[in-house]
C-alpha cells in the first residue's frame, strides 16, 4: 500500500510565523499535491509538483511556496502564517499517469494563533 | 470547468441497510471517477473507481455506477456496517488530468446506527 506521511497531526503556530509542513510517500510516485480542507469548502488545490524542483501553482497558492528537492518530499511553506491560514492541509501522491488516483496522508491540522 | 455536486450532504442508516449516495458532473468529457471515505481525523482514503467505459463496479459490499449519458455516478454500500460510517467524497477527473485538477464533491457525512 502506499503510504504518504505527514509530519505533523497538530501544529500551533502565532501570526507572522514561517511554518513549515512536511510530506513523505515511500512509492516513488512522479506526482505530489498540497491541499487545504475547510468545512464548506471542500477540498482546495494549493500547489502540485510533477518532479523533483518542479512545481504548479493550484487554485489557491497566496501565501504559501512549496518545495520538492527529492523525489519522495515535498513540503509547504507559509512564509507568514496568517489567522485565515488555520486549516487542515492534506498531501497526496499519484503515479506519473493520466488520472491516477490521489493517494492522502492523515492532515496536519494548523492553527495559526 | 466541471463542477461536481453531491447528495445528499448527510445520510443516516440503520445497520444492515444500504446506503446510496450519487454525485452529478457537467463536463461530459470527464472519464475517471474516485469516491474516498474520510474517517474522523484521518485523510481521504480512495475506496473504489470507476472509469468512463465501464457501467458498474464491485468490490465487496461497495459498487459504483456510472450513467455518461445523465452525467452522474453513484456510491452503493450494502449491509451496512458502523464502521462505515464516515463522510465520502466523490470526484470527477477530466480528460488529460494528471492528478491537478480533480474536482471534488462537497462530502456526504454518512452515519451507520447500531
Known amino acids: 500500500d502506499v503510504k504518504v506521511t505527514q509530519s505533523s497531526r497538530y501544529l500551533v503556530k502565532r501570526t507572522g510565523e514561517k511554518v513549515f509542513l512536511e510530506c513523505v510517500q515511500d512509492?516513488?510516485?512522479?506526482?505530489m499535491f498540497w491541499y487545504r480542507q475547510d468545512p464548506g469548502l471542500g477540498l482546495r488545490l494549493i500547489y502540485f509538483s510533477y518532479d523533483v524542483k518542479m512545481k504548479e501553482k493550484g487554485d489557491i497558492p497566496e501565501g504559501y511556496s512549496v518545495s520538492r528537492e527529492k523525489k519522495e518530499r515535498f513540503s509547504l511553506i507559509l512564509e507568514s502564517a496568517s489567522t485565515n491560514q488555520t486549516s487542515m492541509y492534506l498531501c497526496?501522491?499519484?503515479?506519473?499517469?493520466?488520472?491516477?488516483?490521489?493517494?492522502f496522508g492523515n492532515g496536519t491540522r494548523l492553527t495559526v494563533t | 470547468g466541471e463542477n461536481v455536486e453531491q447528495h445528499p450532504s448527510t445520510l443516516s442508516v440503520q445497520e444492515g441497510d444500504s446506503a446510496v449516495i450519487k454525485c452529478t458532473y457537467s463536463d461530459s468529457a470527464s472519464n475517471y471517477f474516485p469516491w474516498y471515505k474520510q474517517e474522523l481525523g484521518k485523510g481521504p482514503q480512495l475506496i473504489i473507481d470507476?472509469?468512463?467505459?465501464?457501467g458498474e463496479k464491485k468490490d465487496q459490499r461497495i459498487a459504483v455506477t456510472l450513467n455518461k449519458t445523465a452525467k452522474h455516478f453513484s456510491l452503493h454500500i450494502t449491509e451496512t456496517q458502523p464502521e462505515d460510517s464516515a463522510v465520502y467524497f466523490c470526484a470527477a477527473s477530466p480528460l488529460d488530468n494528471y492528478g491537478q485538477n480533480f474536482v471534488f464533491g462537497p462530502g456526504t457525512r454518512l452515519s451507520v446506527l447500531p
Open positions: 497526496a501522491s499519484s503515479l506519473g499517469q493520466k488520472n491516477s488516483p490521489l493517494h
Open positions: 470507476i472509469r468512463s467505459n465501464v
Open positions: 512509492m516513488d510516485h512522479e506526482n
